[in-house]
């Protein structure tokens, strides 16, 4: 059995404990590789070789930094295939989604803050006595990156090229159940000649690993992206030690589509916003209100369209949902299909696991399911699912679907569906939302800032946001 590697100070070593953790593909059922099951005393391990590297790499010329990470990133589009059978193996997700999405997104991660750094600019301020102020933006140190299953590389590298770029060290932690494209960027990083000690990847355990990274005294910055419990966890270690911390949280997002809508253009896209990656994507539109005037006419073509996507081997062209990520990711979905029944929901499709045969007879499947009839403020439209279930709900005015999309306890996106500009700024404007799609979904321009409000989190990735979040401003006045 496979045994991937921790990668620190430049090499690909075992857990110092040497004992591992299963690592299941969700696709099949079965263990198909061993995680270090790491401990504290890899990531001191880690965070000391990072430190080591910090003063050469923070000095290192950008124009040095960027030709790395742009090789980086070259390395990754040379791989794609490779990667991509990783990703799909890892996550469950359909190959074609690892081939046009993640994979190409990690790339353009990396090569999006490898040319950033070099137009990175800070600002000076003139006075009238003659003196003039100049603000400094400098790397910070060892940053803690810790990332999710949902998009695993996609999201690592979210995280970890910003903060390489600006030119801090890295100890990241990808999550345990998707832990394999990362092991192979190890590989690649060592190919593109990445200084060892800059960046090092720690496999393990969230309330091992993870937590020992969040409380290490030696690590100024935590960068994480996973659940909003998880999060305040985070963020109850981190406050008390004065971390620079960045959390992007759940979400339950509103689908909002007004009867003025482009009909076949929203139908054809919220079919994407509802299913896509299994539904495991904070962005997903998980609450569809639809007004009344064509919500019955919606609710039939969605069904329909709904009715007929495929879900199967992930590696089979024809599968528009793959695997969910796990046994218990799984049975958690469907536990909240058994919720929305007893809160009086209809399951009007789906709402079961899928039983599929060969190779895939104990893989992780599930219908994509819609449930009509609940209230919007019941549980389960309130609760982040993060699976193939969607709610749908009549609305009659642009006040009461408002007062609905804003009532969870989270904010970080929602999609709004009208040919009346006027409507979609001012819904807009009102929406506690981070992000908010206008006639689109999962648009995505690299330069905006990216996150959400409430409970969805904390701070903003994106753009120059990031470099913002992995540096420290000093100004500096001198009076001439
Ligand atoms: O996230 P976790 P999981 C939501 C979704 C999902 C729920 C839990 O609802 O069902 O979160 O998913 C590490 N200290 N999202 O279990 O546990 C963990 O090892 C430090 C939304 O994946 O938050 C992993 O690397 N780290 C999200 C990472 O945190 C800890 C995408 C995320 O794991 C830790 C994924 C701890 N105490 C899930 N405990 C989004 N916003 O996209 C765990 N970890």
Request: aromatic residues 8%.
């Amino acid at each position: 059995m496979e045994k991937i590697k921790n990668y620190i100070n430049g090499e690909m070593i075992n857990p110092i404990s040497n004992t591992y953790i299963d690592n299941y593909n969700p696709s099949t059922g079965e263990v198909y590789s061993l995680i270090p099951d790491s401990n504290e005393e890899d990531v001191d391990l880690a965070v000391k070789s990072a430190q080591a590297a910090f003063p050469t790499w923070s000095k290192t010329s950008k124009e040095k930094r960027s030709i790395i990470l742009q090789k980086l990133a070259t390395l990754i589009e040379d791989n794609l295939d490779r990667f991509a059978e990783a990703e799909s193996k890892d996550n469950g997700k359909p190959l074609k989604l690892s081939k046009t999405v993640d994979i190409p997104r990690a790339a353009a991660n990396f090569n999006f803050y490898a040319t950033g750094v070099l137009h990175y600019a800070s600002e000076a301020h003139a006075m009238e006595d003659m003196a003039i102020n100049y603000t400094l933006r400098e790397p910070i140190g060892v940053c803690g990156c810790i990332s999710p299953w949902n998009l695993p590389l996609y999201l690592f590298s979210w995280k970890i090229a910003p903060a390489l770029a600006i030119g801090n060290t890295v100890v990241a932690k990808p999550s345990e159940v998707t832990p394999y494209t990362a092991y192979l960027l190890s590989e690649l990083c060592i190919e593109a000649g990445l200084p060892k000690g800059v960046l090092n990847i720690v496999h393990g355990l969230g309330h091992k690993v993870g937590a020992a990274i969040t409380k290490h005294p030696d690590v100024p910055v935590i960068s994480f992206t996973g659940g909003t419990i998880t999060g305040s966890e985070i963020a109850r270690t981190a406050a008390p030690m004065f971390k620079k911390l960045s959390l992007e949280l759940g979400g339950k997002n509103p689908n909002i589509i007004f009867d003025d809508c482009d009909f076949d253009k929203a139908l054809k896209t919220t079919i994407h916003s509802s299913f896509a990656n299994q539904g495991q994507i904070c962005l997903c539109g998980s609450r569809i209100f639809v007004q009344r005037g064509i919500y019955e006419k919606f609710k039939t073509a969605f069904v329909e369209k709904v009715e007929r996507l495929k879900v199967g081997n992930p590696f089979d062209e024809d599968s528009n949902l793959g695997a969910v990520v796990s046994q218990s990711h799984m049975e958690k979905v469907l536990s909240y299909v058994t919720l929305a029944e007893e809160e009086g929901g209809t399951v009007l499709t789906g709402g079961n696991q899928v039983h599929l045969d060969g190779d895939q007879k104990n893989g992780y499947y599930i219908a994509p399911t819609i449930i009509e009839g609940l209230s919007f403020d019941c549980r389960t439209n309130q609760e982040e699912i993060f699976g193939p279930v969607v709610t749908i709900m009549p609305f009659d005015t642009e006040e009461e679907v408002l007062m609905m999309a804003n009532s969870t306890k989270y904010g970080l996106a929602a999609t709004v569906w009208t040919q009346d500009v006027t409507k979609a700024h001012n819904v807009a404007a009102k929406l506690h939302a981070g992000i908010v799609w206008v006639n689109c979904w999962l648009l995505r321009d690299l330069r905006t800032p990216f996150g959400g409000v409430k409970n969805s989190g904390v701070g903003r990735e994106g753009g120059f946001n990031a470099f913002e979040f992995f540096t420290e401003p000093k100004n500096v006045c001198i009076k001439l």
